[in-house]
């Protein structure tokens, strides 16, 4: 875990190495600062002149100074290495996320990504700072304040002796004590944080089903609970203070009570007032530094989970990747599924898909239907290799989508999906996603194919309309066609819409079906839809049923041979005649639905 981190360091390297360096610089100034006070204060008790007393007073100035100085500039070696290396730290768990197949994503909910990228990764950093300058600095004031003590205060520094094991065992119980709280605690954060985000994202819903008081109870519940482990916690940790007052009020007690003995029964032969003086400094320095050091260990507990959490992202392998030689050459848009299995784990006894045998040439439409969970989703999602197959292969232009880079692959099956993403930003670069080089005539080229120019138009600032995040001051319909735009820039061999036109009414469905056909006459189309209206026309359509192709073959063909497409056809395009019984529609008409009105910008 520790190798992980540090490979986070990387250009702040050198400030992480500094700070220690000038922190024993620092250390060095206040620990000779008392021994030369005490000198100065015998001195005084020997009669000694002001010009006498000039040359003590330059050296403490000049050693005070020289304290400041190393305080400030470690200070400030510090904060760069641990911010640096907390920047890069969420760098890497960024990068690393980025890299991630839909299997890995799968593993961590997006809360918890969150939580680790923000609250673990400043735990971190935190315990980084006080690693690199107090864990330095608090033990060698500790040693060298024990050392210092015996040189002069003799056997009376033997209190520390036995004062400071036994603080620093009651201090190590108390953080040993915290830690499983603190373990515990941070997977209640990511249910704390799931539930904001749940909430935040289903607002509409929540309004709607007036659950307001519901999520407020639910949200309290799960912050309650945060806050009741991290009330334990820091009632424990708070023994460290009375555990340390009383030490030094021992620690005191015992010097000045001994110490004044000592000066009075020997006349200054055996300790003198300049020598307690430099004792109990000493002592209080020991004493400080030790809290200090439970402190370090209190943080570096927090943080240890925390980094934990960090490393698991960072070292968790990606399931998909690239092949050591990958292609970057795709033939066509023809691709073949050769007996196709999938499962989405290997635990999983159920599978997604089964025995999948399925042909579709270049530039062929193929409409693929069925009901909810008969894994149609499943199945594209396996051309662009967002997961990979668990028996049989997938090609595409006659190559295993195993063996193509793996952004090249991508750039060239694009995706459409029903949950469409924009992304805050003007509708140039949400539509810029699919080409960072289109130009302006291109953009409203793939808008009219899209049927989304005419709403754009409509926009007081046209393509510099700015969407908020998540596309919420548009509509459903909306973004869909921004979407498929977005899609068509890419110029792909493969394009897949999955469900993206369920928004959109059905004249303009039939728009965009036709401007994809004139647009990307060669490339190969794969339409999943619920109206059989979108699919009708297609090339061949695929019926998928528990994850089993159920039919295949044209609108005529599987009128005839498929019941479960039949029974859709005849229950969407029923009509109620003049006596109240049900007709059919014609073949080949489209079935009415209600045109939904778009809204402009909120």
Not at 49 to 65: H, R
Request: charged share 20%; glycine share 8%; with cysteine.
């Amino acid at each position: 875990m520790i190798k992980t981190l540090m490979g986070s360091i990387r250009d702040y390297k050198k400030a992480s190495i500094a700070t220690p360096v000038i922190v024993s610089g620092e250390v060095v100034m206040e620990v000779a600062i008392p021994f030369v006070t005490a000198q100065l204060i015998d001195a005084i008790q020997n009669g000694a002149d002001i010009s006498a007393m000039l040359p003590y007073a330059g050296i403490l100035v000049a050693m005070a100074l020289a304290s400041l100085a190393f305080g400030i500039g470690a200070g400030v070696t510090c904060s760069e290495a641990a911010c640096g290396f907390a920047k890069n730290l969420r760098h890497d768990v960024f990068a690393a996320v980025q890299r991630f197949s839909f299997a890995n994503i799968d593993q961590f909910s997006s809360s918890s990504l969150v939580t680790r990228l923000t609250t673990d990764i400043t735990n971190v950093q935190l315990a980084y700072m006080m690693i690199i300058r107090t864990a330095v600095r608090c033990p060698l004031i500790l040693i060298c304040g024990v050392v210092m003590a015996f040189i002069m205060g003799g056997p009376l520094a033997f209190v520390f002796v036995i004062i400071v094991p036994l603080l620093g065992f009651g201090l190590f119980k108390v953080v040993r004590t915290v830690h499983p709280i603190f373990r515990a605690v941070f997977h209640k954060y990511d249910a704390l944080n799931e539930s904001i985000e749940e909430n935040v994202t289903g607002m509409r819903d929540v309004k709607s089903y007036v659950r307001q008081d519901f999520e407020k109870k639910k949200f309290g519940v799960a912050a309650q609970d945060v806050c009741a482990d991290f009330t334990r916690a820091e009632k424990i940790l708070a023994l460290n203070a009375p555990m340390m007052n009383f030490a030094v009020d021992v620690v005191f007690v015992v010097i000045i009570q001994f110490g004044s003995w000592l000066i009075i029964s020997s006349q200054g032969t055996l300790l003198n007032v300049g020598q307690l003086s430099a004792l109990t400094t000493y002592g209080f320095m020991i004493l400080m530094s030790l809290m200090m050091v439970s402190m370090v260990f209190a943080m570096i507990t927090m943080a240890q989970e925390s980094a934990e959490r960090i490393v698991e992202v960072i070292e968790t392998e990606p399931t998909i990747e690239n092949p050591e030689h990958p292609v970057t050459y795709m033939r066509d848009g023809s691709i073949d599924f050769d007996d196709v299995t999938f499962k989405y784990s290997e635990k999983a006894e159920h599978r997604a898909l089964a025995e999948i045998d399925l042909h579709i040439k270049s530039g062929e439409t193929l409409g693929i239907m069925g009901g909810t969970g008969s894994a149609k989703t499943s199945l594209v999602n396996l051309i662009s290799r967002l997961y990979d197959v668990t028996e049989g292969s997938v090609k595409v232009g006659g190559v295993d989508v195993r063996d193509y880079d793996l952004e090249y692959l991508r750039n060239n099956v694009a995706v459409v999906l029903q949950k469409n993403v924009l992304f805050s930003g003007t509708i140039k670069e949400n539509l810029r996603w699919g080409n960072p080089n289109a130009s302006y005539d291109e953009l409203v080229e793939v808008c009219k194919l899209a049927q989304a120019d005419e709403f754009i138009q409509g926009f007081p600032q046209k393509y510099d309309t700015y969407i908020e995040q998540g596309g919420t001051n548009v509509s459903g319909g909306q973004k869909q066609r921004l979407c498929i735009a977005r899609a068509l820039l890419k110029r792909p061999k493969v394009l897949i819409l999955d469900d993206s036109t369920s928004a959109v009414d059905t004249k303009t469905d039939a728009l965009i079906r036709e401007g994809l056909a004139q647009y990307l006459p060669d490339t190969t189309k794969i339409i999943i839809a619920q109206r059989t209206s979108s699919v009708e026309h297609a090339d061949r359509i695929l019926i998928l049923d528990n994850g089993h192709i159920a039919g295949l073959g044209t609108h005529e063909e599987l009128m005839r041979t498929c019941d479960i497409y039949r029974d859709t056809y005849i229950q969407q395009n029923r009509t109620d005649g003049e006596d109240g019984s049900a007709t059919e529609q014609p073949a080949g008409q489209p079935a009415t639905d209600v045109q939904t009105t778009e809204g402009g910008v909120a």
